[in-house]
C-alpha cells in the first residue's frame, strides 16, 4: 500500500480530526489535546503557541506517534491520507523512521563520538533507503549541511570538534537528510539560540525550499513565527482556539486569548512583566464551554455555559470564541446570554 496513492492526498500531508491525546495518572486522565481539528499542506510551516502546560508538545508528539507510556490518542489523523491511528505498530514504526522527523530540545543523545560525521549520515541514510549509492550518500549530506549552515569542509570531523550549538544543528541535518514529509521542531532554542533570528527564519526557509517539508514549529518566539510561518496555530487549555494566517492572525487576532497572548509577549520584550492574569487550568478538570473564559476579559454568560464552534472568520482565520462569532454576525445570541459573565470571586482553595 502505497501512502502516496493520488494527488490529492499528497497535497494534505497531515490532516488531524478530533484528535485527542491525554495521560493516565492517579488523579485521572490529563486531557492535553482535545478535539482538535487542522490541515497542514506540503511545504507549509505552521507555527504553535500557547502558554506554557498548554498541550503544544503533546500535541507534537501525538502526531508523531511518539508518546510516553500511559499515554492515549483517538480520533483521526491521516498522514498522507493514510489513517496513522489504525495502522499497526510496524507500519508505524517504518513511516516514522522515514517519513515523519522530531527535532527535540535536547537533540544531543544519538551521536557516536568515534563515528565521523560522514559516517553518521551514511548510517542513517543506509538504515531507511537500502542501497543509495556512495555519491549520493555524500551529495544529501552535503545539502542537509548547507541547509543548517554547516560548512562542507566539516564533513570529516568528529562530533567532539564541533561546538554545541553546531552539534545540535548537526543532529538536525541528520533528520533533514532522509526528507522527512513532516518534521515537528519542538522548541529547537537549544540548537538555534546562537543563531540571530535572521538566520533562524532562513534556515527554515530553506528547509522548505530544499526538502518541500511541513513543518510544525513549537515556539514561543512570536517573532519567528511571525517571520517564517505561513500559519499559526493558538493553544490554550489543550485546544486550538485560533487559526489562520500568520500576517491575519498577528494584525487582527480573533480571539481574546491570542490578543492578550500577543499583548503580554510584547510587553515582555519592552516594559517587563506584563502576563495574562491568572492561569491555564488543571487540565484533569479543565474549566466547562469556553476554557479560557475565567480568564477572558470579554466572557459573556454564554462562555460558561456553552463551548463555542469554531467558525471560519472574514479575514481566513478560524476561532472558537462567542465574542468573535457575534462580532461578525455568525451567531445570534439573546441578551441573556451576550450579558456579560457575572464572576464569583475565587476562594483562596480555588486558587491554591
Ligand atoms: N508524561 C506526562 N504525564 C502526565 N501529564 C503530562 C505528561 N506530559 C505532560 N503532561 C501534562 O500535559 C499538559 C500539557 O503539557 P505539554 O508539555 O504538552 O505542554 P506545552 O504546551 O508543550 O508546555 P511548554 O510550553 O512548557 O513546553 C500539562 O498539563 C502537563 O503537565
Ligand atoms: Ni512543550
Redesign the pocket.
Known amino acids: 500500500m502505497s501512502p502516496r496513492a493520488d494527488d490529492q492526498a499528497v497535497e494534505v500531508v497531515i490532516e488531524a480530526e478530533d484528535l485527542r491525546v491525554w495521560?493516565g495518572?492517579e488523579r485521572g486522565p490529563?486531557r492535553?489535546?482535545d478535539e482538535v481539528d487542522f490541515t497542514l499542506r506540503r511545504g507549509e510551516i505552521l507555527g504553535l503557541v500557547?502558554?506554557?502546560?498548554?498541550?503544544?508538545?503533546?500535541?507534537?508528539r501525538g502526531l508523531l506517534g511518539l508518546l510516553?507510556e500511559?499515554?492515549a490518542r483517538d480520533g483521526a489523523l491521516r498522514f498522507l491520507g493514510t489513517d496513522m491511528l489504525t495502522l499497526s505498530r510496524r507500519e508505524q514504526n517504518r513511516l516514522r523512521g522515514r517519513e515523519l522527523g522530531m527535532i527535540f530540545q535536547e537533540p544531543l543523545t544519538r551521536l557516536n563520538p568515534l563515528m565521523r560525521i560522514s559516517e553518521h549520515f551514511a548510517e542513517t541514510l543506509r538504515v531507511h533507503e537500502k542501497g543509495i549509492s556512495k555519491d549520493e550518500v555524500k551529495r544529501r549530506s552535503l545539502q542537509a549541511l548547507r541547509v543548517m549552515g554547516i560548512p562542507p569542509t566539516r564533513f570529516r570531523a568528529y562530533p567532539h570538534e564541533f561546538s554545541g550549538g553546531m552539534r545540535q544543528r548537526l543532529m538536525i541535518a541528520l533528520t533533514l537528510v532522509l526528507r522527512p514529509s513532516f518534521v515537528v521542531a519542538?522548541?529547537p532554542t537549544t540548537a538555534l539560540d546562537v543563531l540571530v533570528e535572521a538566520q533562524i527564519i532562513r534556515i527554515l526557509h530553506d528547509l522548505r525550499d530544499t526538502f518541500d517539508t511541513s513543518l510544525l514549529l513549537?515556539t514561543?518566539n512570536l517573532g519567528i513565527v511571525a517571520e517564517a510561518c505561513d500559519r499559526v496555530a493558538v493553544?490554550y487549555a489543550?485546544k486550538i482556539v485560533e487559526i489562520g494566517p500568520a500576517a491575519e492572525v498577528f494584525r487582527h487576532p480573533q480571539h481574546p486569548y491570542t490578543r492578550e497572548l500577543l499583548r503580554s509577549t510584547i510587553s515582555l520584550s519592552t516594559t517587563g512583566l506584563n502576563f495574562i492574569e491568572g492561569a491555564p487550568p488543571?487540565?484533569t478538570t479543565p474549566p466547562p464551554a469556553c476554557r479560557f473564559h475565567p480568564r477572558c476579559p470579554d466572557a459573556m454568560s454564554v462562555c460558561a455555559t456553552r463551548e463555542p464552534p469554531a467558525l471560519d472568520l472574514p479575514g481566513g482565520s478560524r476561532a472558537a470564541c462567542w465574542a468573535a462569532a457575534a462580532r461578525h454576525d455568525l451567531v445570534t445570541l439573546d441578551a441573556e446570554e451576550s450579558a456579560p459573565l457575572e464572576r464569583e470571586e475565587l476562594s483562596v482553595a480555588d486558587e491554591a
Open positions: 495521560y495518572t490529563v492535553a489535546v500557547g502558554e506554557s502546560g498548554c498541550g503544544k508538545s503533546t500535541l507534537g510516553p500511559g499515554a519542538d522548541e513549537i514561543h493553544m489543550g488543571d487540565l
